[in-house]
């Protein structure tokens, strides 16, 4: 079959892959200039900047994808273990050291709380049932009223129902143990207070499988599966924007796609791993979806949005790790700001991704390249972000600077950085804004 995939995500390429394998003329239509999805590269001035993802927690389904191919991922991209994982850094100072190492966990556990020891080993028992039940689930389709009956005792024992935060208070006290052990929905785009207890499953997924990272970036991982579809025979068209799935008389079958040059490229299938709400009212007529209606996807409740700065520094950071959670003053308040009253907070938690603490080659020598996240209101808030983007930008970096020192310093210099008054919006649909700025 002809086979049009698009979006070059990791979806999508996973997806292409094994039509490709299979024998199927598989075709990725990529409307960037690269592929990557939420996983774009940007270069500038020596650095190397990943845009979105920057770990991967279970690598055995990316091995999966070249041997479908008959490859082997060694032979194209190394996988590196981080250790720590990440440290979690709170307002008064103390830092948890997240690690792979239970017994190690389990002594930081003691030294933030000791009564919480017993707790926390509990906690663990109970995140492998979740662990156990829920990862056959993942890619297990739940679209009807039968298969959600079959899993409902399991997700019944395992109180479900219950927030992540929820189940993480049943059995630790220190409120600083308690964001340690329940922040992880948002690295998904969900609320600990409101993501169901499932997510869970998240913290022994880490200790079983760890923490990796792709030598030379998430990008390199990305060009490592470009090469194996081109080596088996796939073919990738950049700058590619889809206009719209072209069906027939019926309207409930695809015959292929129409680009936004005007081309059209004819196929038996058409896979689609663009963001569904934004594609499916893009790309595809509301009479051929009447499951996915306009009013229904406008319905939806979204996640939050994200807001990036990128930028270097002129020389490197050994204290700090590839990743720093940086947990501010409040929690479930702030969350409660970013995902209920959808409000910019004068506060914010951060997430510092380092990636030359792993590859140095990721930068100039003795420079460091890094990212800085906060997790914002949806973009569907009243937030006017070509006004507020550099505001917030400037807040951000003056939080860095009031509490780890020279960082910012060795970012701007004395004075302000020419470039760091350059704004831009990013190219992937998810991210709100960013910064790309370097040291002198």
Known sequence: MRIVVIGSGFGGLAAAIRLQALGHDVTICEK???????????????????????????PWPVD???????????????????????NVRFEDGAVFRYNGNRDDLAEQVRRFSPGDV?????????AHDVFDCGMPLIDRPLHSVGRMLAVAPDLVRLRADRSVAGMVNRYLKDPRLRQVF??????????????SAMFALIHYLEQKWGVWFAKGGMGALVQALVRCFEDIGGEIRYDAEVAEVTLDATRTRATGVRLASGAALPADTVVCNAETATAMRRMVPEAARPRLSDAKLTGYRYSNSLFLVYFGTNRQYPQMAHHEILLGPRYKELLRDIFDRRVLADDFSLYLHRPTATDPTLAPPGHDCWYVLSPVPHLGANIDWQVEGPRYRD?????????????????????????RARVVPLAPPRTVEAAVTTGA
Not at 403 to 417: C, M, Q, S
Request: zero cysteines.
């Open 32 to 58: 960037l200039d690269q592929a990557g999805g939420r996983a774009y590269v940007f270069r500038q001035d020596g650095f190397t900047f990943d845009a979105g993802p920057t770990i991967i927690t279970a």
């Open 118 to 126: 017993d707790g926390y080993r509990r906690f663990v028992e109970a």
């Open 64 to 86: 999966g994808v070249f041997e479908a191919a008959g490859k082997r991922r060694e032979a194209y991209v190394d996988l590196v273990q981080l250790d720590p994982f990440y």
């Open 395 to 419: 807040r951000i970096l003056a939080h860095l600077e009031a509490r780890y020192g020279k960082i910012v310093a060795d970012l701007i210099g004395p004075e302000p950085h020419p470039r």
């Open 182 to 195: 329940s922040f992880h929905p948002l690295l998904i785009g969900g609320n600990p207070f409101k993501a």
